[in-house]
């Protein structure tokens, strides 16, 4: 699975950001997906992640109310809909796929997944 993020950019404080993460091949469906993000000198941190159908989400505590994560199978597509942002949110945004599996709950852990993609710039001014 190669996997390609978009969406990333400037926006000030309270604003609002869509990140896409599209994936190839036609398997996108097994997978479940994460959004990570990693800041200079610090672990990547997971932000949110969601099961391969959607029916399940895990939010990071410093995200939760603000971001959503959501997929469309149909596109081979995971999002991230960001909304007050803050300049804490300033950072690399990386979308991961993990192997579903027998799995029904969205994976959480940066080691289990598989496929990363490049990662897309988040700048929230103040």
């Known amino acids: 699975v190669q996997l390609q993020a978009s969406g990333g950019g400037l926006v000030q404080a309270g604003g609002f950001l869509r990140l896409s993460c599209a994936a190839s091949?036609?398997?996108?469906?097994?997978?479940?997906m994460g959004w990570f993000r990693q800041a200079p000198g610090k672990e990547r941190e997971i932000v949110a992640s969601i099961t391969w159908s959607g029916d399940k989400a895990y939010y990071a505590d410093s995200v939760k109310g603000r971001f959503t994560i959501s997929r469309d199978n149909a596109k081979n597509t995971v999002y991230l809909q960001m909304k007050s942002l803050k300049p804490e949110d300033t950072t690399i945004y990386y979308c991961a796929a993990d192997l579903a599996g027998a799995s029904t709950r969205p994976t959480t852990d940066r080691k289990q997944y598989d496929y990363w993609g490049q990662g897309t710039l988040v700048t929230v001014s103040s």
């Open positions: 091949g036609r398997t996108f469906s097994r997978y479940h």
